[in-house]
């Protein structure tokens, strides 16, 4: 397995990931009763790491290996979008995520992730399509 096959999976992985989160898990956040909604959100935060952390950690290695190794505009733009993608998530999701609350009403937060997360789906879609192309293709970058 070479190393465009590895990152187009990942890639693929994270993207497929990210459309359920958007499409299915933001907007049922809201079904629960607020102290339901507490209870779950903790659990529910630390299996969907277990899941993304090494996802994640694993595409940042990948991108980076492929950028040491050929430095072109593929890589160089992967490794943008990913930063920004690590930012975001690190700098506005995880304290979104902290902010939810048993006795806070959870619309607002959950209409914030919902509506800030399009940028992490379009993002991680982007990546994938970068690497599909250049898997069917051939072409580097």
């Not at 733009?77 to 006795?103: E, Q």
């Not at 789906?121 to 192309?133: D, E, R």
Request: net charge positive.
């Amino acid at each position: 397995m070479n190393i465009e096959l590895i990152r187009l999976l990942l890639d693929f992985g994270l993207m497929v990931l990210i459309w359920v989160v958007q499409l299915v898990i933001y907007p049922s956040l809201c079904y629960y009763k607020n102290e339901d909604l507490g209870k779950w959100h903790k659990i529910y935060t630390g299996r969907i790491g277990i899941i993304v952390g090494p996802l994640m950690i694993a595409q940042l290695f990948v991108a980076s290996w492929q950028l040491w190794h050929q430095p072109n505009f593929y890589t160089w733009g992967s490794m943008l979008i990913i930063a920004i993608i690590w930012a975001m998530t690190f700098l506005v999701f995880v304290p979104l995520h902290n902010s939810i609350s048993p006795n806070q009403s959870c619309e607002k937060i959950t209409r914030s992730l919902e509506v800030k997360n399009w940028w992490r789906t379009f993002l991680w879609s982007l990546l994938f399509l970068g690497s599909l192309i250049l898997k069917i293709s051939g072409y580097n970058f």
